[in-house]
């Protein structure tokens, strides 16, 4: 064991040289292994201790460009060649990340194959390397503010946490597979979400996880005092999973006398909407409700929730079913004391007098419906997702034959009004969140009208057995922590859950399985920190990156 010990430790100081000595499509393509090696610290995997490997690998590369010795007389040279280095390593680092983070949109295209499959390549490459950009933008960013010692680990960090904050806002927002999640990979590492958010997760996590280049660095990288951030990120470490553990340690498993039924139909997206399977899909959707698994009738449960566009068909117009005999059977469905919440299309427009039903928009929508099959409220999702339920430019894209994934054959309509809490006849008020919509944070919920729980329903069918429904469901974990609210949800393949107000899931059905979730509806926490301040604790965490990197660059000397 000494032997071989003594053998590695020679490796291992020589690395970040032989590392910071790649050039051109050598050091690109190290980027991109490490990019995608990142992904293995998210959800399913949660391999986080890979980033202490992988992060210093990207801080290495960069010393190579920032610290390459350059002969030219002519300050701009430098500094083009540095920075155009270093925006390609970081494109490198980030297109591996994004295409092993997202490889699954690929499954959405083989759903309609004989439309879509020859479009699939295309856009599995070329999203990550969109997505890529942000990546390059910080690696560049950062290559002007690099400096020796622990300071390139500050402008590292401070770069990476603009890109991240970023590319969860700009063009509708993308905040999947924040880094921040890697440090939320267990129960009690998630409960920091309640007093930083998942951005403070992401910069911590930046500087964690970078810290070993401080240690462990190329000649001309090194300096004085290079253990203290080593040292720094194992106290955060271990201050994180203290909080979280005492956290936890008085925290009681309560729910409330409200019990809901999460139904999960499993129903592959392939056969969803052919007009042969319309009947035994919403006739299964009937009974799972009306009995679930074991015979328990639906007359013991306060609410129902079926997934994302459970239904297959039009299921409203305007603000009214559309259809006698699904009235009919809901009506026959629903108890007077059950609220049952729908996810399905709707579309607005106008009745002629032909009979003719004109459609102008179309919406994917959740239903607020209760005994007698009447609506209480309908919610319009928000956030849509791009090429997926509408296409950007598509005036331009439609002339090019492209059209979004969905089976309709224009856009859906995006709602207006989000976040918001809706009312129930039995129970505390809801916030719905159709989709994706519970990956933004801070979006969730109603500041003014706080709501009980949140509903997220889902239709994860498009990504198959892949990491993508994981993923989602990490993240819908997370937003229960920094809310301090429950999460219902029900997913058409699954991954449906129950979760608590910590961010602990309670009950959930495995992905690809017929079933329901019975279970009392967990009771909700007080405001969290980062719900009660989230706008003044964004602007301290934006701050302090650059705060510490100006200490760095003004009071250490290098050496």
């Known amino acids: 064991m000494l032997v071989a010990h003594t053998r590695l430790m020679p490796i291992i100081i020589a690395l970040p040289q032989l590392v910071a000595s790649l050039r051109s499509w050598k050091a690109v393509?190290?980027?991109?292994?490490?990019?995608?090696?990142?992904?293995?610290?998210?959800?399913?995997?949660?391999?986080?201790?890979?980033?202490?490997?992988?992060?210093?690998?990207?801080?290495?590369?960069?010393?190579?460009?920032?610290?390459?010795?350059?002969?030219?007389?002519?300050?701009?040279?430098?500094?083009?060649?540095?920075?155009?280095?270093?925006?390609?390593?970081?494109?490198?680092?980030g297109y591996g990340y994004f295409l092993a983070s997202v490889y699954w949109i690929g499954y959405a295209f083989l759903v309609d194959s004989d439309r879509y499959v020859l479009a699939m390549p295309f856009a599995?490459?070329?999203?990550?390397?969109?997505?890529?950009?942000?990546?390059?933008?910080?690696a560049t960013l950062a290559a002007m503010l690099w400096r020796r010692g622990y300071?390139?680990?500050?402008?590292?960090?401070?770069?990476?946490?603009?890109?991240?904050?970023?590319?969860?806002?700009?063009?509708?927002?993308?905040?999947?597979?924040?880094?921040?999640?890697?440090?939320?990979?267990?129960?009690?590492?998630?409960?920091?979400?309640?007093?930083?958010?998942?951005?403070g997760l992401t910069l911590a996590a930046l500087f964690i996880f970078a810290s070993p280049a401080a240690y462990l660095?190329?000649?001309?990288?090194?300096?004085?005092?290079?253990?203290?951030?080593?040292?720094?990120?194992?106290?955060?470490?271990?201050?994180?999973?203290?909080?979280?553990?005492?956290?936890?340690?008085?925290a009681s498993q309560s729910d409330t006398d409200i019990r809901i039924r999460i139904v999960q139909p499993n129903i592959p997206q392939k056969d969803r909407w052919r007009?042969?399977?319309?009947?035994?899909?919403?006739?299964?959707?009937?009974?799972?409700?009306?009995?679930?698994?074991?015979?328990?009738?639906?007359?013991?449960?306060?609410?129902?929730?079926?997934?994302?566009?459970?239904?297959?068909?039009?299921f409203a117009f305007n603000d009214g079913l559309l259809g006698e005999d699904a009235r009919q059977r809901l009506r026959a469905l629903i108890p007077s004391q059950t609220t049952?919440?729908?996810?399905?299309?709707?579309?607005?427009?106008?009745?002629?007098?032909?009979?003719?039903?004109?459609?102008?928009q179309v919406f994917n929508s959740l239903f607020v419906i209760g005994g007698g099959a009447r609506i209480h409220?309908?919610?319009?999702?928000?956030?849509?997702?791009p090429f997926g339920e509408y296409l950007p430019l598509s005036d331009v894209l439609n002339w090019l034959g492209l059209h979004a994934l969905s089976h309709q054959k224009s856009d859906f309509d995006a709602g207006t009004v989000t976040p918001v809490s809706i009312s129930v006849p039995v129970g505390p008020s809801f916030s719905p969140l159709i989709c994706y919509e519970i990956i933004f944070t801070g979006a969730v919920v109603d500041e003014k009208k706080r709501p009980g729980w949140i509903v997220n329903l889902t239709n994860d069918a498009w990504f198959g057995q892949s990491t993508g429904p994981y993923q989602h469901l990490h993240i819908a974990q997370i937003r229960a922590a920094e809310e301090g609210l429950p999460v219902m949800r029900s997913a058409n393949t699954g991954i449906s859950a129950a979760i608590d107000a910590y961010g602990r899931i309670v009950a959930k059905l495995d992905l690809g399985k017929t079933g329901v979730i019975d279970h009392a509806l967990p009771?909700?926490?007080?405001?969290?920190?980062?719900?009660?301040?989230?706008?003044?604790?964004?602007?301290?965490l934006f701050l302090f990156p650059l705060q510490i990197y100006l200490v760095m660059v003004c009071k250490l000397k290098e050496s």
């Open 29 to 93: 393509l190290l980027a991109i292994a490490a990019g995608a090696i990142s992904v293995l610290a998210m959800a399913p995997f949660f391999l986080w201790p890979v980033l202490f490997i992988t992060f210093p690998v990207m801080i290495w590369l960069l010393d190579g460009v920032c610290f390459e010795t350059d002969h030219s007389p002519d300050p701009i040279e430098k500094l083009r060649k540095k920075t155009f280095g270093a925006f390609l390593i970081g494109w490198g680092f």
């Open 124 to 138: 599995v490459a070329a999203l990550p390397a969109g997505l890529a950009l942000f990546y390059a933008a910080a």
């Open 151 to 199: 300071a390139r680990i500050a402008a590292f960090a401070f770069a990476f946490f603009l890109a991240e904050t970023a590319r969860g806002y700009l063009l509708t927002g993308f905040p999947w597979n924040l880094f921040g999640q890697a440090l939320a990979a267990n129960d009690k590492s998630l409960q920091m979400a309640a007093y930083i958010g998942i951005y």
């Open 217 to 250: 660095a190329p000649r001309k990288a090194l300096s004085k005092r290079r253990a203290i951030p080593f040292i720094v990120a194992f106290v955060l470490i271990g201050a994180g999973y203290g909080a979280g553990y005492l956290r936890l340690a008085s």
């Open 275 to 314: 007009p042969e399977n319309r009947e035994a899909i919403f006739t299964g959707l009937l009974d799972l409700s009306k009995r679930g698994t074991d015979g328990t009738d639906i007359g013991q449960f306060s609410h129902v929730l079926w997934s994302e566009v459970a239904v297959p068909f039009l």
């Open 340 to 360: 049952l919440l729908v996810g399905a299309e709707r579309a607005e427009g106008f009745h002629q007098p032909d009979g003719r039903y004109i459609y102008q």
């Open 377 to 385: 409220a309908i919610y319009d999702k928000v956030h849509l997702v």
């Open 523 to 540: 009771k909700p926490l007080p405001k969290t920190f980062y719900s009660e301040t989230r706008l003044p604790a964004f602007i301290v």
